[in-house]
């Protein structure tokens, strides 16, 4: 158990470009959860894959964020035309058995400047 | 739609005494898994207790302690012995009908030597 990583922990963009940001789960997890945290706010639930499947988006992700996990392992999020409202960390979760008990990394740190 | 209140965004306590850290939820499932996640200055979030809404029996888990009183949805976190290491953003969260996990806005809590 190498815990969850996430790649990078700071990015700092400028508004209207893309940016991708990387997360790998603890490996024996199905479960990978993407969430994005503001300044004084709880995680906001982003979007939900058990292994490659994406099964739950967050009305929250529009059409310019988008989120694969091939074959299952790690995860990318892309975010398309960055806005300034875009600034937030994203934290990314793992999760085996029960439900509900999550892996969190340590987050990436997104500035749209 | 699933809530979470966390009325004390900020609360203090001295090395060693208790602390308890107030949580309210609304939800209309009937099925459902509360948590309690800690965020210390590193920003990963740790599960520090978890409870199923079904079992009556209140979670504990070392120094950690839950009051779970189902009908009034109330959730609260009781630090005892509390150490410097506590020190941290408390998160409620709950978990029903879906994968995804609900959080309140948080509750820093500050240990004072």
């Known amino acids: 158990d190498t815990g969850v990583s996430q790649d990078p922990r700071h990015k700092i963009t400028k508004r209207g470009q893309n940016v991708t940001f990387r997360c790998d789960p603890i490996?024996?997890?199905?479960?990978l959860y993407w969430y994005r945290q503001t300044l004084g706010q709880g995680p906001e639930f982003l979007t939900y894959?058990?292994?490659?499947?994406?099964?739950?988006k967050s009305r929250l992700l529009s059409d310019r964020f988008s989120a694969e996990r091939p074959k299952g392992s790690f995860s990318t999020l892309e975010i398309q035309r960055t806005e300034q409202g875009d600034s937030a960390m994203y934290l990314c979760?793992?999760?085996?058995?029960?439900?509900?008990?999550?892996?969190f990394g340590s987050g990436t740190q997104l500035s749209v400047l | 739609a699933q809530t979470v209140t966390q009325s004390q965004p900020e609360m203090s306590v001295q090395e060693a005494e208790t602390v308890t850290l107030s949580c309210t939820y609304d939800?209309?499932?009937?099925?459902?898994?509360l948590f309690w996640y800690k965020q210390p200055p590193s920003r990963q979030m740790i599960l520090v207790i978890r409870?199923?809404?079904?079992?009556?029996q209140n979670a504990t888990e070392n120094r950690f302690s839950v009051n779970f009183q189902k009908a009034a949805k109330s959730f609260s976190l009781k630090i005892s012995d509390s150490q410097l290491g506590d020190a941290a953003m408390y998160f409620c969260?709950?978990?029903?009908?879906?994968?995804?996990?609900?959080f309140g806005k948080g509750t820093k809590l500050t240990v004072n030597p």
């Open positions: 979760a793992s999760g085996g058995e029960p439900p509900g008990r999550l892996f």
């Open positions: 490996s024996e997890h199905n479960r």
């Open positions: 894959f058990q292994n490659e499947a994406q099964l739950e």
């Open positions: 939800t209309s499932e009937s099925d459902y898994y």
């Open positions: 409870q199923e809404a079904y079992k009556q």
């Open positions: 969260a709950i978990q029903g009908g879906s994968e995804k996990l609900v």
